[in-house]
């Protein structure tokens, strides 16, 4: 099972960024996808997670500016990222878990199974 996540850079407070998310290896009939990010010296914390039925969820710090899709074609999960501001700067991560066929999601960290590598996103005041 291999997670890709891309997309990270700089980009000035209030702008906008893309995280992508490349899945590949998973057999399993239905997965959830989560999105988290570490800043230096905090706790791994969760963004949002997408269900296998397209539900999203999203902590509180970044409901109304961030969005998860996905397309599954190409078997990506995109982080849409909107309004940024300083405190949004950190590794951010994708992460999978394997899920039953009517399960939603959870953007609790230790409950997922795969993990991709992160990717920076610094944002600059």
């Known amino acids: 099972v291999q997670l890709q996540a891309s997309g990270g850079g700089l980009v000035q407070s209030g702008g906008s960024l893309r995280l992508s998310c490349a899945v590949s290896?998973?057999?399993?009939?239905?997965?959830?996808i989560g999105w988290f990010r570490q800043a230096p010296g905090l706790e791994r914390e969760g963004v949002g997670c997408?269900?296998?039925?397209?539900?999203?969820y999203y902590a509180d710090f970044v409901k109304g500016r961030f969005t998860i899709s996905r397309d599954i074609t190409k078997k990506t999960v995109y982080l849409h990222m909107t309004s940024l501001k300083s405190e949004d700067a950190a590794v951010y991560y994708c992460?999978?878990?394997?899920?039953?066929?009517?399960?939603?999601?959870?953007?609790?960290?230790?409950?997922?199974?795969?993990w991709g590598q992160g990717t920076q996103v610094t944002v600059s005041s």
């Open positions: 290896g998973i057999t399993a009939p239905y997965v959830a």
């Open positions: 997408i269900s296998h039925r397209d539900g999203t």
């Open positions: 992460a999978a878990l394997r899920v039953a066929q009517y399960s939603t999601c959870s953007y609790h960290a230790p409950a997922y199974e795969y």
